[in-house]
């Protein structure tokens, strides 16, 4: 069990830090659209990386660092377009009025665009295969390790998804959701600064 919770506890530390991905999280929770389905993409993607590095893929990733700059140039350039879309967004407003409304991006191009904040993205490879990856090794169970990792993405992403709707009277107001797109164009771009500076 001392595995499995320093697993837990790792992935947790790694994971609540806001980056691109939990941004978008926040926002279909606040829009309550297809939460289920991204939360569930989320945890099961974090479980397949997390599972490669306790495996062993961090070490591919050492040996290969153009693959790391692949992918940091590819989600770089994702990363600047949806924040112009998100700051486009903010200054129009008053596209996404409440909770709960009807209409926006179906669940296929809602995935979509999750994929690409996941699977792009360096820091979601750095933190999930070559950090826990690497804590990992210093634990005889691997396994619980690896288990515990997996239970705290999980746990974080059907939290911040579902828990996003006690926001929901704040949002309720248009100002609100003209600086949430705001934040989150920021966030997007200064992850994709970060990534073209090679940080």
């Known amino acids: 069990m001392h595995a499995y919770f320093a697993g837990l506890g790792t992935a947790l530390s790694l994971i609540v830090a806001i980056g691109a991905q939990n941004a978008f999280v926040l926002k279909q929770g606040l829009m309550r659209r297809h939460v289920l389905a991204v939360c ?43 924040g112009a879309r998100s700051f486009r967004a903010a200054w129009r407003g008053g596209a996404v009025l409440q909770a709960g409304q009807g209409g926006g991006a179906g669940l296929g191009a809602t995935l979509a665009v999750l994929a690409a904040l996941t699977w792009l993205n360096p820091h979601v490879w750095l933190d999930t295969v070559v950090l826990i990856g690497s804590v990992s090794a210093g634990w005889e169970n691997r396994g619980a390790f690896a288990a515990g990792a997996v239970s705290g ?16 009277p704040l949002f309720a107001r248009p100002l ?21 500076r090679g940080g």
């Open 40 to 82: 569930a993409f989320c945890a099961i993607s974090d479980a397949m990386l997390i599972s490669a590095g306790v495996m062993g893929a961090g070490a591919v990733a050492a040996a290969a660092p153009w693959f790391l700059g692949v992918m940091r140039w590819g989600g770089a350039a994702f990363l600047l377009i949806y």
């Open 153 to 168: 993405s999980g746990l974080f992403f059907f939290a911040l998804g579902y828990g996003a709707r006690w926001l929901t």
């Open 176 to 196: 609100a959701w003209r600086v949430l797109d705001g934040l989150v164009g920021l966030v997007m771009w200064s992850i994709a600064l970060g990534l073209v």
